[in-house]
C-alpha cells in the first residue's frame, strides 16, 4: 500500500511505477510478484512523471504499508498484517 | 568464545537483534558475523534466513561453503535458522497444508546446508501439518521448534493445541522455543522513554501501564485500553503502538516454563534493556535461569534484542553484550545454588 503526495497533490497509484531487484514495474503488477522479495537492506524506487518547474524543494508526504506475509490477522484463512509507517520530508532536487 | 561450564545452557546470540546496524551503509553480514565473534557475544549463532540471506531460501554451494567457513573461523555455532511460514504471500488466497510444508521444507534444507542444526518457524496447527513437519525433520536429521511468544503462553489454547498435535505425532524431534517476551513483569521502560520522547502524553503512557498490570484476561485489557484511551483523546496511531505493548509483552509468571521444558529445543533470551546495574528492569531473568538450569537444559540461548522496534538509541552489540554478561552470572549462579542444595 503507497499513499504518495507530493507538494500537496497525492499521486494516483496508477501513475506509479516501481523499481526493484533490476526491474521496472507498474504498482498494479507487483501483487502478481509474489516469488520475488524486496530485501531487507535494498532501496525501492518509486517513479512518477511530474514537470520539474523552477522549484528546487519539494515536499514529499509517503504512507507505506507493509503487508506482513507470515502475521495473519483472524486465523489461517484471514489476511496479513498491515505495517504502516509515515515519512514527511523536504527534499532538494540535485 | 567463551564457554558456559559444561551441563549448563549455552550463550549465543540472533542477528535479529542487530536489526538497527543492518541498515548502516557499510553493513557486509561477514562483518557483522566478524564483529559479533570479537565482542564474544557466541558461540552459538542464529540467523533470520529471509532478513540476513538474499535470495533465502536460495543457498549456492558457494556461498554455504564461505558461511560455514566464516562461522569456523570465527568459533562460533550456527544454532536455529529463523524461518518464516508466509502464509499470505499470495493477495488472492492464502497457502494451502501442502504448499506451506513444502515452503517449510526448502527452508530447512537450506538451513541444513548452512549447518544449522534446528528450524524455527510458525506452523499450520493441523495433524496433517505436523505429521509432515515431522516427516520432513527426521529426514533432515533436524529439529524443529515453534516459538512461544507472547500473546501465547504455556497454557494457551494455540500452545495446548500444539502440544496435543505433537504428542500425537510422538516425535522428539518437534518442540518449543520459549521466549522470555511472555513471562514479563513490567512494561519496559525503553519504551517507556521512547514513547514519552514521540510526544505521547502522560496520561495515556500511564493508562497502557495501568492496564498491563490490571489482573484481567487479554480481551478486557483491549476493551478497557481503547475506551479510556478513546476518552483521552489519543490518536489511531499511538493506540496502535499502545495496542503492542499489551500484545508483546506477556505476564505469565517465568516459572511456569518448567512444563514446557522436556520439549524445549532452543530458547529465545528476549529482553529489552539493560539498566545500570546490569540486570534486564522488566524479566526476571534470575527466575528464568533458575527454571532453564533445574531443567537440565544445556542447548542454546540466544540473546534477542527487541528495542530497535521502538528506539535506535542503543547499540544492539552493546545491549547483547550487558544481557550475556547478565544471564552468565545468574547461569553461575543458579548452578552453584542447585548444587549447594543437591550437596545437601
Redesign the interface.
Given at each position: 500500500m503507497v499513499d504518495l503526495t507530493i507538494d500537496g497533490d497525492r499521486v494516483d497509484p496508477a501513475e506509479l511505477t516501481v523499481e526493484a531487484n533490476g526491474v521496472t514495474l507498474a504498482f498494479d503488477e507487483l501483487?502478481e510478484r509474489?516469488d520475488d522479495?524486496w530485501?531487507?537492506?535494498d532501496a525501492v524506487t518509486l517513479h512518477i512523471r511530474r514537470s520539474n518547474g523552477r522549484r528546487a524543494e519539494h515536499r514529499v508526504e509517503l504512507d507505506l504499508g507493509l503487508?506482513?506475509?507470515?502475521l495473519?490477522v483472524g486465523g489461517?484463512?484471514?489476511?496479513?498484517l498491515l505495517a504502516?509507517s509515515?515519512t514527511d520530508k523536504t527534499l532538494v532536487c540535485n | 568464545m567463551t564457554q558456559t561450564p559444561a551441563g549448563l545452557p549455552k550463550l549465543g546470540i540472533t542477528l535479529f537483534s542487530l536489526t538497527l546496524e543492518m541498515r548502516r551503509s557499510d553493513y557486509t553480514l561477514e562483518g557483522m558475523i566478524r564483529r559479533v565473534a570479537e565482542l564474544d557475544l557466541g558461540p552459538g549463532l542464529e540467523v533470520v534466513g529471509f532478513q540476513s540471506l538474499r535470495g533465502w531460501p536460495n543457498v549456492s554451494d558457494e556461498f554455504a561453503t564461505g558461511f560455514r567457513g566464516l562461522l569456523d573461523e570465527c568459533e562460533l555455532v550456527p544454532t536455529a535458522m529463523s524461518m518464516n511460514l508466509d502464509l499470505a504471500r499470495r493477495r488472492d488466497r492464502r497457502m494451502t497444508e501442502e504448499e506451506a510444508l513444502e515452503y517449510v521444507e526448502r527452508q530447512m534444507e537450506a538451513g541444513k546446508k548452512l549447518g544449522f542444526p534446528i528450524g524455527k518457524s510458525a506452523i499450520l496447527s493441523t495433524p496433517g501439518f505436523v505429521e509432515g513437519l515431522a516427516r520432513i525433520a527426521e529426514r533432515l536429521e533436524m529439529r524443529f521448534g515453534v516459538e512461544v511468544h507472547s500473546p501465547e503462553s504455556v497454557d494457551s489454547p494455540h500452545v495446548a493445541h500444539l502440544r496435543e498435535l505433537f504428542d500425537a505425532v510422538g516425535s522428539p524431534l518437534l518442540g518449543f522455543v520459549p521466549d522470555f517476551s511472555a513471562s514479563m513483569h513490567d512494561v519496559p521502560p525503553s519504551l517507556v522513554r521512547a514513547h514519552r520522547e514521540s510526544g505521547m502524553s502522560e496520561e495515556l503512557i500511564a493508562l497502557v501501564s495501568e492496564v498491563w498490570h490490571s489482573d484481567a484476561t487479554m480481551p478486557e485489557k483491549f476493551g478497557r485500553f481503547h475506551e479510556e484511551a478513546g476518552k483521552l483523546g489519543a490518536s489511531p496511531g499511538d493506540v496502535g503502538k499502545l495496542n503492542m505493548v499489551l500484545t508483546m509483552h506477556g505476564s505469565m509468571d517465568p516459572r511456569r516454563w518448567a512444563e514446557l521444558m522436556p520439549q524445549v529445543v532452543h530458547v529465545h533470551g528476549k529482553f529489552y534493556g539493560i539498566d545500570e546495574s546490569g540486570n534486564e528492569p522488566s524479566i526476571d531473568h534470575e527466575a528464568i535461569m533458575n527454571v532453564l538450569v533445574e531443567s537440565g537444559y544445556d542447548g542454546y540461548i540466544s540473546s534477542e534484542w527487541e528495542g530497535h522496534a521502538y528506539t535506535d538509541a542503543m547499540s544492539g552489540y552493546e545491549v547483547c553484550r550487558g544481557h550475556h554478561d547478565l544471564c552468565r552470572r545468574l547461569l553461575l549462579q543458579s548452578a552453584q545454588t542447585a548444587g549447594t542444595s543437591r550437596a545437601h
Open positions: 501483487q509474489y522479495w530485501f531487507t537492506t503487508r506482513i506475509p507470515y495473519i489461517p484463512d484471514g489476511e496479513p504502516s509515515h | -
